[in-house]
Nanobody, 125 residues
Framework: QVQLVESGGGSVQAGGSLRLSCSRSGYMYSIYCMGWFRQAPGKEREGVASIDDDETITYTDSVKGRFTISKDYAKNTLYLQMNSLKPEDTAMYYC???????????????????WGQGIQVTVSS
């Protein structure tokens, strides 16, 4: 089993920055895809960014140029640096990990086997 725990969320004004962290523990092997998703009230969960074991990175269009996904292998931690935040970025953010390589593009949910509990990000105008 793999456990994922998010941290770093909170409230910020538009234009501000936050960095989310996702600490991974448990079974460490054969995890090839990690990603960040978000879900706003009344909306479906959407993929934000993913990173493969070979460092292939994909972003959804709405965050390109503003968000950066990265991994620290030594710390078993995934990050999402979020800059120039907008009110429409307000959502619950989830970390996810999977045993297959990321498909990219549409961020299919079946790429992921494990999910964190989520952390709230609120951006005020």
């Amino acid at each position: 089993q793999v456990q994922l725990v998010e941290s770093g969320g909170g409230s910020v004004q538009a234009g501000g920055s936050l960095r989310l962290s996702c600490s991974r523990s448990g079974y460490m092997y054969s995890i090839y895809c990690m990603g960040w998703f978000r879900q706003a009230p009344g909306k479906e969960r959407e993929g934000v960014a993913s990173i493969d074991d070979d460092e292939t990175i994909t972003y959804t269009d709405s965050v390109k140029g503003r968000f950066t996904i990265s991994k620290d292998y030594a710390k078993n931690t995934l990050y999402l640096q979020m800059n120039s935040l907008k009110p429409e970025d307000t959502a619950m953010y989830y970390c996810a990990a999977g045993h297959r390589y990321c498909s990219g593009g549409d961020f299919p949910l079946n790429d992921y086997n494990y999910w964190g509990q989520g952390i709230q990000v609120t951006v005020s105008s």
